[in-house]
Nanobody, 130 residues
Framework: EVHLVESGGGLVQPGGSLNLSCAASGFDFNGYVMSWVRQAPGKGLEWVSGIDFSFGRTRYVDSVKGRFTISRDNAKNTLYLEMNSLKPEDTAVYYC???????????????????????WGQGTQVTVSS
């Protein structure tokens, strides 16, 4: 059974940092594009960042470029999101998500479309507030 378990969320002041982790199990983590997706209060899902499975190429939504860094450790079946210079508008539940197609690279538009992800974690709350 596929499991994605996020951790690392919390309350942080504006300008602060948080590091999220997503532990994956029950599937061949090495063969899937993975992403972080967030949902702010009262809003829909927003794709934040993605990483491919072999070359480690990364993509980001414009609002987090230069502040967030996605990475993965295929030996540990773990996805990460380093978040710096956090803003109140980054407040959201952050989800780890698996791209639906095995051994398939994604275009930027594919990354963005949240319906392209078939497995999701339970989410971790990130609150940026003074």
């Amino acid at each position: 059974e596929v499991h994605l378990v996020e951790s690392g969320g919390g309350l942080v002041q504006p300008g602060g940092s948080l590091n999220l982790s997503c532990a994956a199990s029950g599937f061949d983590f090495n063969g899937y594009v993975m992403s972080w997706v967030r949902q702010a209060p009262g809003k829909g899902l927003e794709w934040v960042s993605g990483i491919d499975f072999s070359f480690g190429r990364t993509r980001y939504v414009d609002s987090v470029k230069g502040r967030f860094t996605i990475s993965r450790d295929n030996a540990k079946n773990t996805l990460y999101l380093e978040m710096n210079s956090l803003k109140p508008e980054d407040t959201a539940v952050y989800y780890c998500a698996r791209y639906a197609k095995y051994w398939t690279y994604a275009s930027y538009s594919d990354y963005e479309r949240t319906s392209n992800y078939d497995k999701w974690g339970q989410g971790t709350q990130v609150t940026v507030s003074s």
